[in-house]
């Protein structure tokens, strides 16, 4: 019964890292505005209509961001979990 505590809170423990990366990760995630519109180019023949804030396309990095989000939150729950069941078999 200990081997099965200590694997659930390392277990945790990793979820709750692997949260923290993905989270970072979305806060130092950019999409080039001069690339962004060249890929749309090559794609569609035409150019999109951009936001553009320092250089960086704000729609396609709001996109970007939003999908380290949902891995983080998911990564996030898996954590919560593991610390109920954790409490649990205390």
């Not at 019964?1 to 949260?19: C, D, N, P, R, T």
């Not at 936001?51 to 954590?79: E, H, K, P, Y």
């Amino acid at each position: 019964m200990k081997i099965l505590k200590e694997v659930v809170a390392w277990s945790a423990m990793a979820a709750s890292g692997i949260a923290a990366f993905c989270w970072f990760t979305s806060s130092r995630v950019r999409k080039n505005a001069k690339e962004c519109a060249e890929e749309f180019a090559r794609e569609h023949h035409s150019y999109p209509a951009q936001i553009v804030s320092n250089g960086d396309d704000f729609v396609q990095t709001a996109l970007m961001q939003a999908r380290w989000n949902t891995l983080a939150a998911a990564a996030s729950c898996v954590a919560a979990f593991l610390q109920g069941v954790s409490l649990y078999l205390n």
